[in-house]
T-cell receptor, first 109, second 114 residues
Framework: RKEVEQDPGPFNVPEGATVAFNCTYSNSASQSFFWYRQDCRKEPKLLMSVYSSGNEDGRFTAQLNRASQYISLLIRDSKLSDSATYLCVVLGYGNKLVFGAGTILRVKS | EAQVTQNPRYLITVTGKKLTVTCSQN?????MSWYRQDPGLGLRQIYYSMNVEVTDKGDVPEGYKVSRKEKRNFPLILESPSPNQTSLYFC?????????????FGSGTRLTVV
């Protein structure tokens, strides 16, 4: 079993739609959680950290469920510019970042 | 501008010919790391460094070497590259080991070994 698992997608949605991505992690001792965004052939960039109480940044909402070892990212009012691969990232054993393989989002007009 | 700089961006080389990919950061970060990214596998850590002269293996260290003689630089060395090292490589750095603020990544090096 992979340490961090994501649905690879692709998720094809129209502009303005709400879309949600899920991610599960296997190490119950993990302390920090993140969502990164990666555009095609470019470097990953931190989108947002994920806090236990859930957090929101504009159109983006992240949730963490420690009991189920599950992280989610909700994007409201999708824009064409949201098209990218979204990486679920967990700070694991030895303070090492462990990346999911990513979920592809395509927003279409 | 705060950044992580990798060079070269693209490299095609032949099996067995030693190469070095450079990485430099200007943010005074203590933590630096190398990752490789392959389709369907996500980013996998090769080596990381917690400070000058302190390095350790990640998940896929075989065939790679690193050094950290200065805080800002963390080169990745392939002593004898093989085709299975064809990949997209990223260098990354962090102030806090990624605990709160994650890592800042370089633009990547696309390596092809023929």
């Amino acid at each position: 079993r992979k340490e961090v698992e994501q649905d690879p997608g692709p998720f094809n949605v129209p502009e303005g739609a709400t879309v949600a991505f899920n991610c599960t992690y296997s190490n119950s001792a993990s302390q920090s959680f993140f969502w990164y965004r990666q555009d095609c052939r470019k470097e990953p960039k931190l989108l947002m950290s994920v806090y236990s109480s859930g957090n929101e940044d504009g159109r983006f909402t992240a949730q963490l469920n420690r009991a189920s070892q599950y992280i989610s990212l909700l994007i409201r009012d999708s824009k064409l510019s949201d098209s990218a691969t979204y990486l679920c990232v967990v700070l694991g054993y030895g303070n090492k970042l462990v990346f999911g393989a990513g979920t592809i989002l395509r927003v279409k007009s | 501008e705060a950044q992580v700089t990798q060079n070269p961006r693209y490299l095609i080389t032949v099996t067995g010919k030693k190469l070095t990919v450079t990485c430099s950061q200007n943010m005074n970060h203590e933590y630096m790391s190398w990752y490789r990214q392959d389709p369907g596998l996500g980013l996998r850590q090769i080596y990381y460094s917690m400070n000058v002269e302190v390095t350790d293996k990640g998940d896929v260290p075989e065939g790679y070497k690193v050094s950290r003689k200065e805080k800002r630089n963390f080169p990745l060395i392939l002593e004898s590259p093989s085709p299975n090292q064809t990949s997209l490589y990223f260098c990354a750095s962090s102030h806090d080991q990624g605990y709160y603020y994650g890592y800042t990544f370089g633009s990547g090096t696309r390596l092809t070994v023929v």
